[in-house]
Structures are given as structure tokens and as C-alpha cells.
């Protein structure tokens, strides 16, 4: 049995992010999760769009594709605004940089197919990559320095404006 490179491509994609999930839930905190969660977003959110698009017709796959996209830009830049980590706003600036690439190519009909592709499907890569190595430095924080929050709070007021005499001395 030989597997095509798709093939090989689609199946690591899918143990990278299983293993990512776990251990998301074993050693990450709630931002790590939640974007785990986004990485399972889109392939079950994929599948469930070939399928309806091939068995009902209503509307493309590219369509699909974007409501995936719109959904888990929210998600991420939410997190992203929220979360104690830097990692966050990157992860979800590759995922405005996919949903992007969906509005280029809807855009302009000229978008070289090269180019849609490395936009569109590139960032899910680094994503991975992204939250690999966030799991990972969240982890060796926790034990170096013990827990620490998970989610960033409202900053302290900041002073009123200290009166001052000038220029009356």
C-alpha cells in the first residue's frame, strides 16, 4: 500500500495536531486548549463542509472554507487580546493571514493559484509549529517559576494627574 503525498501530508497533519491536543490538556492552561481546539476546528469543520458541498450543492467548498476561517479568526484573535502569552497573537495573526488569502482570491480573480495555496494553506503549518512551542514554554515556566495566570487581568487604574504649580512656581 503506498500512500500519496497528500496522503502523507493529511495524516501527519492530523497525528501532529492529535498530539498537540493532548498535550494541550496535559500540560498547557486554557489559551493552549482553546487553540487546540481551533486546530481540531478546522478539520472537523472540513470534512463536515466537503461533505455537505458534495452531497448538497448549495454553496462551494470555498465558501465553507471561509466560514471556517471567519470563525476561528474570532476565536483566535480573542485569545490572542486575552491571553497571558505572546505566542497567541502571532498564531492568530497567521490565521487573519489564511482568512485573508480567502478574501484575495475572492477579490481578484487573477491570484495565482501558487500563491493562494502558500497563503492559504502555509499558515496552518506554522500554527502548529506556534503552538508546539507554546505548550512547550508554558510548561518549562510552570517549573521554573510554579503556576502563574493563564489570562491577562485589567491593569490597576492609573494615577490622576499630579497637580503641579508650574508656571506659577
Do not use: K
Given at each position: ?9 493529511y ?19 486554557g ?18 463542509n ?5 452531497a ?9 472554507h ?17 491571553a ?5 497573537l ?6 487573519l ?7 484575495a ?25 506556534l ?12 517549573r ?11 491593569s ?14
Amino acid at each position: 500500500m503506498s500512500l500519496a503525498n497528500g496522503d502523507i501530508r493529511y495524516w501527519g497533519q492530523i497525528a501532529a495536531i492529535a498530539c498537540l491536543v493532548l498535550a494541550a490538556w496535559r500540560w498547557g492552561a486554557g489559551p493552549e486548549r482553546i487553540l487546540a481546539g481551533i486546530l481540531v476546528w478546522f478539520q472537523a469543520g472540513d470534512a463536515v463542509n466537503h461533505a455537505l458541498s458534495s452531497a448538497t450543492g448549495a454553496f462551494t467548498i470555498y465558501t465553507g472554507h471561509f466560514v471556517i476561517d471567519a470563525a476561528a479568526a474570532v476565536v483566535a484573535v480573542a485569545v490572542a487580546v486575552q491571553a497571558n502569552r505572546i505566542y497567541t497573537l502571532w498564531f492568530a495573526a497567521f490565521q487573519l493571514l489564511a482568512l485573508f488569502a480567502q478574501i484575495a482570491r475572492d477579490v481578484a480573480a487573477g491570484v495565482a493559484q501558487l500563491a493562494y495555496q502558500v497563503l492559504y494553506i502555509g499558515p496552518s503549518y506554522f500554527q502548529i509549529l506556534l503552538l508546539a512551542g507554546g505548550i512547550w514554554l508554558h510548561h518549562r515556566r510552570v517549573r521554573r517559576f510554579g503556576q502563574y495566570r493563564a489570562w491577562r487581568s485589567s491593569s490597576h487604574p492609573s494615577p490622576g494627574p499630579t497637580p503641579s504649580r508650574w508656571p506659577n512656581g
